[in-house]
Every structure is written in structure tokens, then in C-alpha cells.
């Protein structure tokens, strides 16, 4: 289990807390991609996904991001599997 999986695991048993940080990290390994276009929100897409999301990168990241950032993490697992 690499240290994004074992983030992963953590963001999805307590979603508090969270930097924008930890999200990217999680999103490289897993080959979604984040844009951030000098504003203070990052926008995470991947293939296969439609729909984007769109996380303001203010400190912690809110709980209600993270859940919906896990979920699309999930989707993209499932896709591959």
C-alpha cells in the first residue's frame, strides 16, 4: 500500500482537516488531473469522468470536498478494476 493509498484511507474515515496538498497527491497517483489556473480553486478531472470538481484550495479543505473528492476516487477505481 503506497502513502497516497493509506491518505486515501484516512480522508475517507475522517474528512476534516485536509490541505489541497493531500488532494493533489492523491490525484497524481491515481491519474486525475488537477488545474489550477492562478486562482484559489483547483479543478480535478479525469478521464471517463463527466463531471469535474472543483475544490477551493483555502486551509482545511471542507469536509463536503473531500467526500465528493473520495467518491470520484472510488469511481475511477472501479472503472479500472
Not at 502513502?3 to 476534516?16: H, S, W
Not at 497527491?25 to 484559489?40: D, F, L, M, P, T
Not at 472543483?54 to 486551509?59: E, F, H, Q, S
Given at each position: 500500500?503506497?502513502?497516497?493509498?493509506?491518505?486515501?484511507?484516512?480522508?475517507?474515515?475522517?474528512?476534516?482537516?485536509?490541505?489541497?496538498?493531500?488532494?493533489?497527491?492523491?490525484?497524481?497517483?491515481?491519474?486525475?488531473?488537477?488545474?489550477?489556473?492562478?486562482g484559489?480553486?483547483?479543478?480535478?478531472?479525469?478521464?471517463?469522468?463527466?463531471?469535474?470538481?472543483?475544490?477551493?484550495?483555502?486551509?482545511?479543505?471542507?469536509?463536503?470536498?473531500?467526500k465528493?473528492?473520495?467518491?470520484?476516487?472510488?469511481?475511477?477505481?472501479?472503472?479500472?478494476?
Amino acid at each position: 500500500m503506497t502513502a497516497a493509498d493509506k491518505t486515501l484511507e484516512r480522508m475517507r474515515n475522517n474528512p476534516r482537516d485536509w490541505r489541497i496538498d493531500d488532494l493533489l497527491i492523491v490525484a497524481g497517483r491515481y491519474g486525475v488531473e488537477a488545474r489550477n489556473n492562478g486562482g484559489s480553486h483547483h479543478v480535478f478531472s479525469a478521464p471517463g469522468i463527466t463531471e469535474s470538481l472543483c475544490v477551493p484550495a483555502y486551509r482545511p479543505v471542507k469536509p463536503v470536498y473531500v467526500k465528493r473528492f473520495v467518491a470520484m476516487i472510488d469511481t475511477i477505481k472501479e472503472q479500472t478494476q
